[in-house]
T-cell receptor, first 112, second 112 residues
Framework: KAGVTQTPRYLIKTRGQQVTLSCSPI?????VSWYQQTPGQGLQFLFE???????NKGNFPGRFSGRQFSNSRSEMNVSTLELGDSALYLC???????????FGPGTRLTVL | QKEVEQNSGPLSVPEGAIASLNCTYS??????FFWYRQYSGKSPELIMS????GDKEDGRFTAQLNKASQYVSLLIRDSQPSDSATYLC????????????FGAGTILRVKS
């Protein structure tokens, strides 16, 4: 069974731009969670989607948003990029009723 | 106080020894606990989940949970150089959805 896939794997943007990251969960998984990983703050929860609905949200500004489609694929968007948004963005999927999360390879975002 | 605390290490053990990784958490009502392994430049990989007090064994890995002490640990028997990685402890708080709260991780180095 294929794992979680994320595109693109690497991205370079400049301050003020916006970016959209994509995540395809493991087949059959309906929950998709997004995390930001930085050397200073570690792994931090952004939000989680299940059946196209946001179930939980972390403490990030409104510039960070997401959505989930009917096929469970998810996207996250960051608007008005700041230097501090440079990070590894990870998505993780899980089966309905399970809290075991499986991570994709991540998207490395660099903001210049 | 951080929600999930781990000693950042590095923890150095000789090949063949037992590596003991520890984690404490602050939310007493947390019910689900996970250990992830992250190699440098890679995404986290789920290696153990534990939900009940006591020990759970899977191959060379044993997770131990003590909810009264709010303590979870991971033992790696017969440590191999390939076990050298950062080990992340994650806790699922009693909230709706699949949010995980991660510790900062412990760097493990297994010397041959």
């Amino acid at each position: 069974k294929a794992g979680v896939t994320q595109t693109p794997r690497y991205l370079i943007k400049t301050r003020g731009q916006q970016v959209t990251l994509s995540c395809s969960p493991i087949s059959g998984h309906r929950s998709v969670s997004w995390y930001q990983q930085t050397p200073g703050q570690g792994l931090q929860f952004l939000f989680e989607y299940f059946s196209e609905t946001q179930r939980n949200k972390g403490n990030f500004p409104g510039r960070f948003s997401g959505r989930q489609f009917s096929n469970s694929r998810s996207e996250m968007n960051v608007s008005t990029l700041e230097l501090g948004d440079s990070a590894l963005y990870l998505c993780a999927s899980s089966l309905a009723g399970s809290d075991e999360q499986f991570f994709g390879p991540g998207t490395r975002l660099t903001v210049l | 106080q951080k929600e999930v605390e781990q000693n950042s290490g590095p923890l150095s053990v000789p090949e063949g020894a037992i590596a003991s990784l520890n984690c404490t958490y602050s939310d007493r009502v947390s019910q689900s606990f996970f250990w992830y392994r992250q190699y440098s430049g890679k995404s986290p990989e789920l290696i153990m989940s534990i939900y009940s007090n006591g020990d759970k064994e899977d191959g060379r890995f044993t997770a131990q949970l003590n909810k009264a002490s709010q303590y979870v640990s991971l033992l790696i028997r017969d440590s191999q150089p390939s076990d050298s990685a950062t080990y992340l402890c994650a806790v699922k708080p009693l909230e709706y959805g699949n949010k995980l709260v991660f510790g900062a991780g412990t760097i493990l180095r297994v010397k041959s």
